[in-house]
């Protein structure tokens, strides 16, 4: 079976340069980067107005044995999220609302499904993303989350300010936000992915990118394509919903039509 959870590597996707002139100058402050790299994306009116988000994408891995994948997402502020991994016949469908949050595989060929909780590890980790998804680089202070500018750097050929995010519960992002003109070059989780975003589209204000390429150890493991963004649209009722379930007889949790 593919393992569609290694695909995905987590969604943490909105991730960032100067000239050795500018090395003498004063550092910025954390707040001073963070503020400017807010500016590239949107108006501060416009960011902190997303409430909801739905995004459909394409994975393409760089492996060809690995086939393809769609990818949904749907998220509401605060702390709600749907993920969809579709790989033919097989979905993995997280779901997360509050502090609750489940995961479900089916296949929908054999009309199948198993579920189960997700561990606390998994949880936190996912509650951070959903944050992060409205935050645009703001750190979460309600959440005691703590941003430190660590210095200038030169990551992926350019110089950058390179910020670091600890978050109270223990995940931890690293941010490089371009020097030269504000904007994002890469990020990087605690799990050591890099994410790197492609190309731009403007939703409402916003500006989005067209793809995001996922890279570990400096060998990329795939693109995730953009292709459908909605921000303030209405969602279905019950879209974070947690379905019901039963243990079937191998002990695992099945979910009830």
């Given at each position: 079976?593919?393992?569609?959870?290694?695909?995905?590597?987590?969604?943490?996707?909105?991730?960032?340069?100067?000239?050795?002139?500018?090395?003498?100058?004063?550092?910025?402050?954390?707040?001073?980067?963070?503020?400017?790299?807010r500016?590239?994306?949107?108006?501060?009116?416009?960011?902190?107005?997303?409430?909801?988000?739905?995004?459909?994408?394409?994975?393409?891995?760089?492996?060809?044995?690995?086939?393809?994948?769609?990818?949904?997402?749907?998220?509401?502020?605060?702390?709600?999220?749907?993920?969809?991994?579709?790989?033919?016949?097989?979905?993995?469908?997280t779901?997360?609302?509050?502090?609750?949050?489940?995961?479900i595989?089916?296949?929908?060929?054999?009309?199948?499904?198993?579920?189960?909780?997700?561990?606390?590890?998994?949880?936190?980790?996912?509650?951070?993303?959903?944050?992060?998804?409205?935050?645009?680089?703001?750190?979460?202070?309600k959440?005691?989350?703590?941003?430190?500018?660590?210095?200038?750097?030169?990551?992926?050929?350019?110089?950058?300010?390179?910020?670091?995010?600890?978050?109270?519960?223990?995940?931890?992002?690293?941010?490089?936000?371009?020097?030269?003109?504000?904007?994002?070059?890469?990020?990087?989780?605690?799990?050591?992915?890099?994410?790197?975003?492609?190309?731009?589209?403007?939703?409402?204000?916003?500006?989005?990118?067209?793809?995001?390429?996922?890279?570990?150890?400096?060998?990329?493991?795939?693109?995730?394509?953009?292709?459908e963004?909605?921000?303030?649209q209405?969602?279905?009722?019950?879209?974070?919903?947690?379905?019901?379930?039963?243990?079937?007889?191998?002990?695992?949790?099945?979910?009830?039509?």
């Amino acid at each position: 079976m593919v393992n569609l959870k290694r695909m995905l590597h987590a969604v943490c996707w909105l991730v960032a340069l100067g000239t050795s002139a500018l090395s003498a100058q004063a550092v910025p402050s954390t707040s001073d980067v963070i503020k400017r790299a807010r500016a590239t994306l949107g108006s501060e009116k416009a960011l902190d107005g997303v409430v909801t988000l739905r995004m459909l994408g394409t994975l393409d891995p760089v492996d060809p044995k690995v086939p393809d994948a769609t990818v949904l997402i749907i998220a509401r502020r605060p702390c709600s999220q749907r993920l969809e991994i579709r790989v033919d016949d097989l979905v993995e469908t997280t779901i997360l609302k509050g502090r609750k949050a489940s995961i479900i595989r089916s296949n929908l060929k054999e009309e199948a499904s198993q579920m189960r909780d997700l561990t606390d590890v998994e949880l936190q980790r996912l509650r951070y993303n959903t944050r992060q998804i409205f935050n645009f680089y703001r750190p979460d202070f309600k959440c005691g989350e703590k941003a430190t500018h660590e210095g200038m750097v030169t990551h992926r050929e350019k110089r950058a300010h390179k910020i670091r995010y600890k978050h109270p519960e223990g995940s931890e992002t690293v941010r490089y936000f371009s020097v030269e003109d504000d904007t994002l070059v890469a990020s990087v989780s605690d799990d050591g992915v890099e994410s790197v975003n492609r190309g731009e589209q403007v939703v409402q204000g916003i500006k989005y990118p067209q793809s995001i390429e996922y890279y570990e150890d400096g060998r990329m493991l795939h693109t995730i394509y953009l292709n459908e963004i909605s921000v303030n649209q209405p969602l279905a009722d019950g879209i974070f919903d947690v379905p019901a379930a039963a243990i079937n007889e191998l002990g695992r949790q099945q979910v009830l039509p």
